[in-house]
């Protein structure tokens, strides 16, 4: 099993739709969880931490079941500039601060 | 500009040949990290720096790959004889903390 896991989609949604992706992960000892958004031939930046039970910015929502080891990230009217792929990010455990990327889910807004 | 720089930000190069890749980080992080990232993948870690050492390798970092951060400042990467499966983009990020994070803008390795 892949240590973080998500469903590569693409969804394709039209704008001001709601949208939800999930992500597991494999270590039930994690405590911290990220997503990133990539833009296509861009680097990763961060979006959204998700500590406790979750996260809240804007149109964002992060959420975290610990007991399902899922991590969700939904998008609240969509935008096209919401256009690309959400990467979920779990850290290592250990004083590295290396990152786990998932393999990242496309999303496409269209008007 | 006080992000992270990576350069060339392309890089085309024959089977064989030789790359080097050249990170500078943010100055006041002291951590700086090498990743890779191909097609539909998410970024995948290399090796990591806490200042001018080099604390850990993955096993993907193969014996034709050499990393350096000479005086804890910028940090190259190095790829001896590439092979087809070398391209991908290389990121470097630097940080200070888990989520203080910054990626570079990457170097994108094709290898004909």
């Known amino acids: 099993r892949k240590e973080v896991e998500q469903d590569p989609g693409p969804f394709n949604v039209p704008e001001g739709a709601t949208v939800a992706f999930n992500c597991t992960y494999s270590?039930?000892?994690?405590?911290?969880f990220f997503w990133y958004r990539q833009d296509c031939r861009k680097e990763p930046k961060l979006l959204m931490s998700?500590?406790?039970s979750g996260n809240e910015d804007g149109r964002f929502t992060a959420q975290l079941n610990r007991a399902s080891q899922y991590i969700s990230l939904l998008i609240r009217d969509s935008k096209l500039s919401d256009s690309a792929t959400y990467l979920c990010?779990?850290?290592?455990?250990?004083?590295?601060?290396?990152?786990?990327f998932g393999s990242g889910t496309r999303l496409l807004v269209r008007p | 500009d006080t992000g992270v720089s990576q350069n060339p930000r392309h890089k085309i190069t024959k089977r064989g040949q030789n790359v080097t890749f050249r990170c500078d980080p943010i100055?006041?992080?002291?951590?700086l990290y090498w990743y890779r990232q191909t097609l539909g993948q998410g970024p995948e870690f290399l090796t990591y720096?806490?200042?001018?050492?080099?604390?850990?390798k993955s096993r993907l970092l193969s014996d034709r790959f050499s990393a350096e951060r000479p005086k804890g400042s910028f940090s190259t990467l190095e790829i001896q004889r590439t092979e087809q499966g070398d391209s991908a983009m290389y990121l470097c990020?630097?940080?200070?903390?888990?989520?203080?994070?910054?990626f570079g803008s990457g170097t994108r390795l094709t290898v004909v």
């Open positions: 990020a630097s940080s200070g903390t888990v989520k203080g994070y910054t």
């Open positions: 270590n039930s000892a994690s405590q911290s």
């Open positions: 998700v500590y406790s």
């Open positions: 990010v779990v850290p290592w455990m250990d004083s590295s601060y290396k990152l786990i």
């Open positions: 100055s006041e992080h002291n951590r």
């Open positions: 720096f806490q200042n001018e050492a080099q604390l850990e």
